[in-house]
């Protein structure tokens, strides 16, 4: 019994290891690239907070960051996910209201998109360096490393922690990009939708967002396989070409 306890807080713990890298980098710069391109519209109001800041501190939230990961993970949930506190922006400070709001939006998970990109070259890199030493072909090695990251935590290796958490960190990027651009207020694709209605359609839909987080949660904590189903080819399809662009060199 207390054999079971060990193994399956050790597990835990070492999933936390292998997701947290690409939970940090996916949450903390969608949230501080939001900031940035808002204050190149004219919004001031992320920076005058301090929320164009790396540290993971400025922008946790207790429930988004800490305790549904934690909760999705001890119910073995398809999706794992997790939020960071929206930095704030003022659209009326914006110099072009719709303009703004469009551009503002696609950043955070446009930035997701562009990290899944740069973390999977960075992956080919390091894989080419081993192949190189090694003298093993650098797509066995792929093959390899997306093998230990399904497997979850029953391969401890060093290879095998180190492909898991790229691996789990591109596909996470790539997740919340996606999952971002799903059209529920206040989702980023209810605001890039918004800035092409009309202005009394435009604010009504945007209003939707005061009970939209209780249809993201229903749809996370009891219909994830549903929704994983409904994203899972678009995500496949970004991770493989997206991700993983280099294996057509090989």
Avoid: C
């Avoid at 080919?124 to 792929?142: D, H, M, N, Q, T």
């Amino acid at each position: 019994m207390a054999g079971n306890i060990f193994l399956e807080f050790k597990d835990f713990i070492l999933q936390l290891i292998i997701i947290l890298p690409g939970i940090y980098l996916a949450v903390v710069l969608h949230e501080v690239m939001h900031g940035y391109i808002a204050l190149k519209n004219g919004d001031h109001t992320a920076e005058s907070l301090g929320r164009l800041s790396l540290n993971p501190l400025k922008h946790i939230d207790i429930f988004g960051s800490i305790i549904m990961p934690i909760l999705l993970l001890l119910l073995r949930s398809n999706i794992i996910f997790a939020y960071a506190k929206p930095v704030p922006i003022n659209p009326t400070y914006f110099r072009n209201f719709r303009k703004g709001l469009r551009n503002t939006s696609l950043a955070g998970p446009g930035t997701n998109l562009i990290l899944s990109f740069v973390l999977g070259s960075l992956y080919g890199f390091l894989l080419f360096i081993i192949s190189v030493i090694s003298k093993r072909p650098a797509i066995e090695l792929l093959n390899e490393g997306l093998g230990y990251a399904m497997a979850g935590t029953s391969q401890i290796t060093l290879f095998g922690i180190v492909s898991a958490i790229f691996i789990n960190a591109i596909r996470i990027n790539i997740f919340l990009a996606i999952f971002n651009f799903i059209p529920v207020p206040p989702l980023d694709g209810s605001k890039i939708v918004a800035s092409f209605l009309p202005e009394e359609a435009m604010y009504r839909y945007l209003s939707i967002g005061r009970i939209g987080f209780f249809i993201i949660f229903a749809l996370l904590f009891f219909g994830g396989g549903m929704l994983w189903k409904f994203l899972n080819p678009a995500i496949n399809f970004l991770f493989l070409n997206l991700g993983f662009w280099w294996r057509f060199l090989l």
